[in-house]
């Protein structure tokens, strides 16, 4: 019976249907009916813990640290009389799907990629080609809809499947790492296949402007290019370097913005000056709001909550995210996390893998300087990946085509 559960997880298919739900459709189409969506989640969830407990049976400590963040969360939550429902649907969620890919990584890696790529596959691709037939003005068009100075919000009409503005690259970003990942260096047709998924993503990003998203994709994309055109892997680039090289970049944002006149003038050019001023503006109002529950945080609020407090309805910066609603317990947990991700993949830096890994974390980490959305699952999925590096580098140095620069 066991070996039967057991073989379930190991097909791509089931894997991508469990997945589905955690990626669901954010659309005028579906949102009066999230909670079929959240039960669905939980019908998941159950199926995925069930066969991690008799599969998996012992935690790794990536997922005990993702594990005590979210318990730190929704401690907060319940504390501050937040959205208690919403956040355990969350921190569910994120543990179920992380849980899913570790099971299923250990199980069988090539399996576990192909289930999630065919999940995040189909619904990128459904995305951008719905955006196109169904939105050819354009999608990423802001509106004032609150009567609060400096709210900014994009209509629940202009939000197709996953959406295409900053917040959907949380989910695109990941999504491009996986379809790397599945990719066969050696095979000319999958290297053209990933090409043209990349391509597309990135080309709907210039499409609605949305400036921050693009960047994240084109890095990806313009590393795809250079590194299978040159078959050559970058000992330099690995999570570690990547992770330093964006917490300085976020101690210069946060902590000496007024000082650096070069963010003014790219903001001048890409008619941005607002939009970098008032997020300047709401990084300070952070700060200033997390002091007043500095070990726990403020948890998961409702919206408009949030918004009166910091001027608008999330801190857009991942580190001032995390403080803001675990307070230094979280950021703790954070720090771990990033340094056991580092740690993990160091080893990795001359591998193909270790290469694909740090530019997605280079990519998710700084676009989250800059706009983050806590109620993301996606990005914890490079976590788990970093924490299973030991299962890629053997066939990286073994099978695949590609030396040392």
Not at 40 to 66: D, E, N, V, W
Not at 96 to 120: H, N, P, V, W
Not at 317 to 337: E, K, Q
């Amino acid at each position: 019976m066991l070996q039967k559960f057991q073989k379930l997880f190991q097909n791509p298919w089931f894997i991508a249907w469990l997945v589905l739900p955690f990626i669901k459709p954010a659309t005028e189409f579906t949102g009066k009916f999230d909670l079929i969506f959240d039960l669905l989640k939980i019908l998941h969830c159950g199926i995925i813990l069930l066969g991690y407990r008799f599969i998996q049976k012992k935690p790794s400590a990536m997922i005990l640290l993702i594990g005590g963040l979210q318990a730190i969360f929704l401690a907060a939550t319940c504390l501050k009389g937040g959205m208690i429902w919403w956040g355990a649907v969350q921190v569910l969620s994120i543990l179920s799907l992380c849980a899913l890919l570790e099971m299923t990584l250990r199980l069988d890696r090539k399996a576990a990629l192909q289930g999630f790529g065919i999940s995040l596959g189909l619904m990128g691709l459904a995305t951008v080609i719905t955006m196109f037939a169904c939105y050819p003005e354009g999608l990423y068009t802001v509106v004032t809809e609150h009567e609060i100075e400096g709210l900014w919000h994009l209509p629940e009409t202009n939000n197709f499947l996953w959406g295409f503005d900053n917040a959907s690259a949380f989910k695109f970003i990941p999504a491009m790492i996986l379809f790397l990942l599945n990719t066969d260096p050696k095979s000319k047709k999958s290297k053209i296949f990933t090409f043209a998924l990349l391509f597309l993503i990135t080309a709907a990003f210039i499409y609605v402007r949305a400036i921050m998203a693009l960047l994240g994709a084109l890095l990806i994309l313009v590393y795809f290019v250079v590194l299978f055109q040159r078959n050559q892997v970058e000992k330099l680039l690995s999570v570690k370097t990547c992770v330093i090289a964006v917490c300085i970049i976020a101690v210069l944002l946060i902590g000496v913005n007024k000082n650096l006149p070069f963010l003014q003038t790219i903001a001048d050019h890409t008619e941005k000056t607002a939009s970098l001023n008032h997020r300047v503006k709401v990084w300070g109002n952070t700060i200033e709001e997390s002091l007043a529950s500095p070990l726990i945080g403020h948890g998961f609020e409702e919206r408009m909550v949030t918004a009166k407090k910091l001027g608008i309805d999330h801190p857009h910066n991942v580190f001032l995210d995390v403080l803001y609603r675990g307070g230094l317990s979280a950021c703790l947990f954070y720090g771990l996390m990033l340094i056991l991700a580092c740690k993990k993949t160091f080893k990795a830096r001359k591998t193909l893998f270790g290469n694909i890994l740090a530019i997605g974390f280079l990519a998710f980490l700084l676009m989250a300087q800059m706009d983050y959305y806590n109620d993301q699952y996606l990005p914890f999925l490079l976590f788990i990946l970093a924490d299973h590096t030991d299962l890629f580098i053997f066939d990286s140095k073994k099978a695949l085509p590609f030396k040392e620069a």
